[in-house]
């Protein structure tokens, strides 16, 4: 099958990792696939998107601004109209150039089945893609269906699809423990998440260095967090997966900073690294609320709800070495059934149906 994917690409974001998973599926399935990306720049000005260090691949043409309803970015649809595909999928988001999408729609319909992605619930981002003509309109889970297109279902009868987000398959690397961890506990953070996020983690790693050998990494690409002590390690980098997912399989626990919405949202993150198998701690927010839990908090992830819930949970986990096996074999199960390649087979049975 003939695939085109307009979308972010390379990128620190969950758009372009969901676009990424996707493609690369594809790729070894045998499709043939192009992806159409913004420009660095216009998409760079975007809070989440940093690109990624490595370069973009020969089948990956920037040819559109990020502008959201601006009719003023460029936007050149020449390479979607001269190529030859069967599919055309959208990751669909605030900043894509919604003032261009019925026109890229109506131009790739001459020739092919379009679909949807729906990333967010934004009214102006919902309301386009209702009135568009997409043959379909992917979602994650029914809380989209509910919550965002609730009082648009009737416009999208027979078009609306769920397909959940896939897990990063389980990358084939051995842990790398750096000097100032041996022989310690090793807590690990990565990304770069608002310094306020990391708050609750701070404080429990500073009252349970006192109990515990322990040290805090924390790999960040943009500035360090204010911190001092001889327990917490910063480091200001951009790893590429491969590396990072070593120093995830190094380390005894993965806190994941995350903040609180009311927004209908998930957290890639989760996704893309569920699969180093180190147990994954992280606030009890809407990122997350999908992921099965039990009664207590603990299941793929290790939910915690305020500060004496997290430092019980990590004391435990550290300890108790059943209740960590549990959530390592929890966090395995959840990675095979959303697996990137069975999840990048459903999009391929939906193209095949429309």
């Known amino acids: 099958m003939r695939i085109a994917v307009v979308s972010r690409w390379n990128a620190t974001c969950g758009i372009s990792l969901h676009a990424e998973l996707l493609v690369r599926e594809w790729f070894r399935e045998g499709h043939e696939v192009v992806v ?13 998107h940093r690109v990624l260090e490595r370069g973009d691949e020969p089948w990956v043409t920037r040819c559109y601004e990020e502008c959201g309803t601006n009719p003023n970015c460029r936007v050149d649809l020449g390479g979607v109209a001269s190529r030859d595909f069967d599919v055309l999928l959208i ?14 729609v109506s131009v790739a319909r001459r020739k092919a ?10 009214k102006e981002v919902v309301e386009t893609v209702v009135s568009t003509g997409f043959n379909a309109v992917v979602v994650f889970d029914g809380r989209y269906v509910n919550e965002v297109l609730a009082s648009h279902l009737h416009k999208l009868k027979g078009r609306l699809a769920i397909i959940p987000y896939p897990c990063m398959r389980t990358l084939e690397v051995e842990p790398k423990r750096p000097p100032f961890a041996e022989g310690k ?23 349970l260095v006192k109990r515990y050998d322990l040290v805090y990494w924390i790999i960040r690409s943009n500035s360090y967090l204010k911190a001092d002590g001889s327990w917490v390690k910063q480091w200001l980098r ?9 120093y995830l399989k190094a380390a005894d626990i993965h806190l994941l900073p995350k903040g609180r919405t009311k927004r209908v949202v998930i957290s890639s993150t989760v ?6 198998l180190t147990p994954t701690v992280v606030p009890d927010v809407r ?25 019980r949970k990590v004391v435990e986990i550290i300890e108790d070495d059943s209740l960590r096996s549990m959530v390592v074999s929890l966090a395995r199960d959840f990675v095979n059934r959303f697996r990137s ?3 990048a087979s459903k999009y391929v049975e939906l193209f095949k149906e429309l």
């Not at 089945?113 to 934004?122: D, I, M, P, R, W």
Request: aromatic fraction near 12%; glycine fraction near 6%; charge should be negative.
């Open 287 to 311: 990122y997350v609320e999908t992921i099965p839990t039990d009664e207590r908090g603990f299941g793929p992830v290790v939910k915690y709800r305020g500060l004496d819930d997290l430092r």
């Open 185 to 207: 506990q090793l807590l690990f953070s990565f990304g770069r998440q608002p310094p306020e996020e990391y708050r609750d983690y701070m404080v429990v790693a500073r009252e």
């Open 91 to 104: 990751e669909v988001y605030r900043r894509l150039p919604l003032t261009y999408l019925k026109q890229l």
């Open 36 to 48: 159409f990306a913004p420009t660095i720049e216009s998409a760079s000005m975007d809070w989440h």
């Open 341 to 343: 390649d069975k999840i």
């Open 113 to 122: 089945k379009v679909v949807a992605v729906l990333h967010e619930g934004s």
């Open 271 to 276: 996704y893309q690294t569920l699969g180093a």
């Open 238 to 246: 951009r790893p590429p997966i491969e590396e990072l997912y070593s």
